[in-house]
């Protein structure tokens, strides 16, 4: 659970951030000052790659290195690689990061990403929509390596490919978590496999159901209600 504080010092909790969540806005300081907003124009509408660096100490050094050595093959696939640190510029400009580090003196980026203030890297990738792709945690030497993957899926799936005339089907990926796409599953098969009657307002005894909806040309629509 996330702890955040407004500028009116009010305290509110939400649960830390999953896959498909969408990610907090982020505007930080570059090195040079300037303020890089993540969802600004020239940035947006690619993968990003957040790499959080809470201070420079040895861990944090083993995964910026491995991210040094994928820095061209992460650009290729279409990543934009940031560092985000707690540190002062000085520190941060002595570490010869080639890639943009942005600035978070005050920690709210940290909170808001839940990224924690350990002495560990976590990288989080976000969608081009700016969801949540995935939250690397794995050791510093292998997650840059991680990191790269997820990066080259997103690519993957933003190649054009040719497809056949289909019905026109919204598809909109990472709403639900696995867990939440299994638990759906188990009740389909487990709970509510009577057919009930259409009707308005009826709740059936708060239990779930079946239900034909009668639409003109498809006979075969099936509402499962879950309560």
Sequence with gaps: MAMLQSSSGQISFRPPLSVGDIAPDCALPALDGSIVDLRGDA???NPIALLFCPKFTPAVAEALAGYRSRLQVMAAAGARL???TLEQTKAAAGQDI???VLRDGKGEIFRAFNAGIRDQPTTIIL???HHIAAIVKSPPAVQPGDAL???ERL???RRPVLMAPHPPVLIVPEVFTHAECRRLIEIYRTRGNV???PGPGIDYNGEDYKMRIPEHGRPDRIDHWIV
């Design 127 to 129: 969608r081009p929509n």
């Design 82 to 84: 940031f560092a985000v």
């Design 149 to 151: 993957v997820v990066v």
């Design 195 to 197: 057919f009930m009657p």
């Design 43 to 45: 940035i947006a509408g």
């Design 98 to 100: 080639p890639f943009p």
């Design 155 to 157: 690519a993957a799936e």
